[in-house]
């Protein structure tokens, strides 16, 4: 489906309260991935770590950048246009591979930075109405402009995760398989549920990602209880992303995994096309 018959951008969260599991590798990877689709992504950096950010603004950000942390301010404290906030990235223009005429998809980035969206994310907390739905107010006069926009969550449970769950049409859990990724799965199920009852009925539980995973006796465990016991969503058990250092290398140096010389990584990218394929369908995509 090209750009032009989707009415608005499909609003994908990744979410997960431990940390390092692999949240901003998966986003990386699947904007890369939906870029080489030809669709245009919009990538928001919602954790105050700024990773995301540091991996894919094109140029490095001038002191007085504005951030997404300035498009999410109370009203009273006078939000930014989201639009002004966004910048380029290192996969501002990716040719679609073999499209001819040649066809080009694009990622932009709404940028983070530590204090300014820990402040917002205080003021935020701090300001009496509408506190869950920042985001999605920024959020809504961009829509038009992009396919997909995925958002980047901190490993955090927090007033920040809420608003990306209320401006969300799907969210999706990234996991590692062990206990402590088993017992905040459960957690953060609670947290989608509040949020679905509260905020956003209409957002769904697309599924969890299991990442980093290196096909050991304790993760096989941890996987089957994973499975036996998520109950809202499938665990994609079957596109499991193992713990490869090329692929930290390969994002490290600002490549697509589709880029890579190893053959295994450009199989593996075809994995991120699956995933973007559940939520922006494309009617061409042969994955
Ligand atoms: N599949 C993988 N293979 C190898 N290294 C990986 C893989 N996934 C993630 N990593 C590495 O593991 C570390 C944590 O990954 P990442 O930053 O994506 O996790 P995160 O969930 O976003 O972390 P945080 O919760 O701090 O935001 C990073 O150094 C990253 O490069
Ligand atoms: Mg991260």
Do not use: C
């Amino acid at each position: 489906m090209s750009r032009g018959l989707l009415k608005r951008a499909r609003v994908v969260a990744a979410a997960m309260q431990k940390g390092g599991v692999g949240k901003t590798t998966t986003i990386l990877n699947l904007a890369r991935a939906a870029a080489l689709r030809g669709l245009k992504v919009l990538v928001i950096d919602f954790d105050p770590q700024g990773n995301t950010t540091t991996s894919l603004a094109a140029e490095p950000l001038v002191p007085k950048q504005l951030t997404i942390a300035d498009a999410i301010l109370p009203d009273e404290d006078e939000p930014e246009a989201l639009a002004d906030v966004v910048i380029k990235t290192i996969w501002s223009r990716v040719k679609v591979p073999d499209s001819e005429p040649e066809r080009f998809g694009s990622v932009d980035l709404a940028p983070a930075t530590l204090k300014p969206l820990a402040k917002a994310e205080k003021l935020i907390n701090a300001s009496s109405y509408g506190r869950e739905s920042r985001l999605k107010q920024a959020l809504q006069p961009v829509l038009g402009r992009y396919d997909l926009v995925l958002i980047d969550n901190a490993p955090a449970l927090g007033i920040l995760l809420m608003n990306a769950l209320v401006a969300a049409d799907d969210v999706f859990a990234v996991s590692e398989a062990d206990e402590w990724s088993a017992d905040g799965l459960a957690m953060l199920a609670d947290t989608v549920k509040t949020a679905k009852e509260h905020y956003n009925p209409g957002l769904s539980w697309s599924g969890v990602l299991i990442s980093r995973w290196r096909n050991t006796g304790p993760e096989k465990y941890w996987l089957q209880v994973i499975v036996d016991n998520f109950k809202a969503g499938p665990v994609w058990d079957k596109d499991k992303i193992p713990l490869w250092s090329s692929i930290k290398a390969t994002l490290s140096a600002g490549k697509g995994m589709d880029e890579s010389k190893e053959a295994r990584l450009r199989v593996l990218a075809r994995s991120y096309r699956r995933f973007v394929a559940r939520w922006v369908h494309d009617e061409e995509l042969t994955v």
